[in-house]
């Protein structure tokens, strides 16, 4: 589960006043859901997600994740912290020295899992992700839907409660941003909660479910709205 | 840790020194010269405190004690054992004395047989453990009742002490001098390495590692350069001892003269030199990178 409850998100900036990112922000997001932030630029979504990693803490109120309370947590907590979240990043953060299966199983042994697991998890996400065949190639033998495809094998390796995506699909080919998202639904259905941040309103409204709008730093608007993607299904 | 994991950081921390090999090499070379120079320094250092210690053994103080009986020559060597610097003292009676006078001198024998009285005084031979104290102690005999003269060389002990003390200085100056530089490139080195490596410690970081898992690869890396270096170091240690100690073997009369026959081989303290080139190596390489890392690679 992941709760904010009045979080205010103050920078410094040198100047008298400072910027005020996020204000008085409250969001409840259960097990199980699958949440799209959407706003513009400087709306305070990049704050949300460092808040919702702990890269930062918030100047007032109380972030939970996964039953951690990030805003009281203490530094040496933060690795274990983090392995209960995947990331996925807009420009993928691959290792290009690695292949694509050493990227997958690297994440394995830095939350110190055997060797045994490794070789039996990695080719099962490969599969997941539909990679396998790919798996002795270099991140720039791939495409970057490919690629992205790898991160999100990447994140969901280690089995995580709650997958936070970044912009997945801001640095593909539109065409295949849908087949990410997709891939994205189906882990989402696994059990695993997604939240999503994106600008692109097609693929929201076209997909629907839970939307957050940020604005200015504070919630507009948190609600349900329906998808085209059942209405294709249905006709 | 699983022991997988931990041969996995182990193999990251060597290849790292390939990934790096520039900065690498820098730190490989700046500590080889100073182990080399170091463990060369401590080589001579004991070399020369061979030759002050045997120069020692042969510098005594003479205390010549002249118409004295029995009672007053025991007086007198009371009083000099008590002395909290004398090492030793052998007696020398003015008929030993007067034996050698006539023995070194036999062209001069009847001279001697026309002296009714033998000229020699009684000596105390004294070896002192502080030489730096020549000057005190010889102070403190002459106040000896019954003592007439005391004779002491305070020009050679003088020399030896302070040649002792500078080459203690110098030592001293250069070792601190290069352990600051050696930790110094080390540091920077590191620092290269975390730059060459951000975006591989960015995903580290954000999946979860431990400070331990993303350090210790660096921590290995320093080391391993530090041992390599220590090994090369002691090579080329054992290559211009045994060349020094060669060419002076060349003329052994110098060596006669001060005292170096018991010279330090190089055999005889091999294994410690190794040892300790390799351990003082993995030290510097450890802790430069340690600095290094406790600025640059907060979690």
């Known amino acids: ?235 | 840790m699983k022991g997988s994991n931990f041969s996995y950081l182990m193999k990251q921390g060597v290849v790292s020194v390939w990934r790096n090999r520039m900065m690498s090499f820098a730190s490989f070379c700046i500590i080889m010269v100073s182990l080399l120079l170091i463990s060369l320094s401590l080589l001579i250092v004991a070399d020369v405190n061979i030759v002050i210690d045997n120069a020692e053994d042969k510098n005594e103080i003479l205390v010549y004690v002249s118409d004295a009986d029995q009672t007053d020559l025991d007086a007198v060597e009371q009083k000099i054992k008590s002395n909290s610097y004398v090492a030793n003292v052998v007696f020398y009676s003015k008929e030993e004395a007067w034996e050698h006078q006539k023995a070194q001198m036999e062209e001069y024998a009847e001279l001697f047989d026309a002296l009714t009285e033998n000229p020699m005084p009684d000596t105390f031979r004294v070896t002192i453990s502080d030489l730096s104290k020549i000057e005190t102690v010889k102070s403190d005999f002459e106040t000896i009742k019954g003592v007439d003269s005391v004779s002491a060389p305070y020009d050679f002990a003088s020399v030896l002490v302070s040649l002792r003390t500078t080459l203690g200085i110098i030592g001293g100056a250069v070792l601190i001098a290069l352990i600051i530089v050696c930790v110094v490139i080390v540091y920077n080195s590191t620092r290269s390495s975390v730059f060459a490596r951000r975006k591989e410690i960015g995903i580290m970081k954000s999946v979860g590692a431990t400070n331990f898992f993303i350090k210790f690869p660096f921590f290995i890396e320093g080391m391993f350069i530090g041992i390599i270096a220590g090994i090369v170091s002691w090579l080329l240690t054992k290559l211009a001892y045994e060349s020094l100690v060669s060419f002076f073997a060349g003329d052994l009369t110098i060596w006669q003269i001060l005292g170096l026959v018991n010279v330090i081989q190089f055999s005889d303290v091999m294994w410690i030199a190794l040892a300790f080139n390799c351990v003082a190596g993995a030290f510097l390489g450890a802790v430069g990178t340690i600095l290094s890392m406790g600025k640059h690679l907060k979690v």
């Open chain 1, 1 to 235: 589960m992941v709760e904010l409850k009045n979080v205010d998100v103050h920078y410094k900036d040198g100047g008298k006043n400072g910027v005020d990112a996020l204000h008085n922000v409250n969001i409840r997001i259960n097990d199980g859901e699958f949440v799209f932030i959407v706003g513009n630029s400087g709306a305070g979504k990049s704050t949300l997600l460092k808040l919702l990693t702990r890269e930062i803490v918030p100047t007032s109120g109380r972030v939970f994740v996964n039953g951690y309370n990030l805003s009281k947590m203490k530094r040496k907590k933060i690795p274990y912290f983090r392995r209960s979240v995947g990331m996925i990043f807009q420009d993928f953060r691959l290792i290009p020295d690695l292949t694509v299966y050493e990227n997958v199983a690297f994440v394995l042994r830095v939350i110190d899992k055997s060797n045994k697991y490794i070789r039996q998890r990695v080719p099962y996400v490969l599969n997941l992700v539909k990679l396998n065949d790919k798996a002795k190639f270099k991140p720039t033998q791939l495409s970057g839907g490919e690629q992205q495809r790898v991160a999100i094998a990447r994140a969901f390796a280690s089995d995580p409660g709650l997958i936070i995506a970044d912009e997945p699909t801001g640095n593909i080919d539109p065409a295949l941003s849908y087949d990410i998202v997709e891939l994205l639904k189906d882990i989402n259905k696994c059990g695993t909660t997604i939240i999503m941040v994106t600008h692109e309103h097609d693929l929201v409204q076209y997909f629907g479910g839970r939307i957050i709008n940020l604005s200015n730093g504070s919630v507009a608007f948190d609600d349900y709205i329906g998808g085209e993607e059942g209405e294709d299904e249905g006709e």
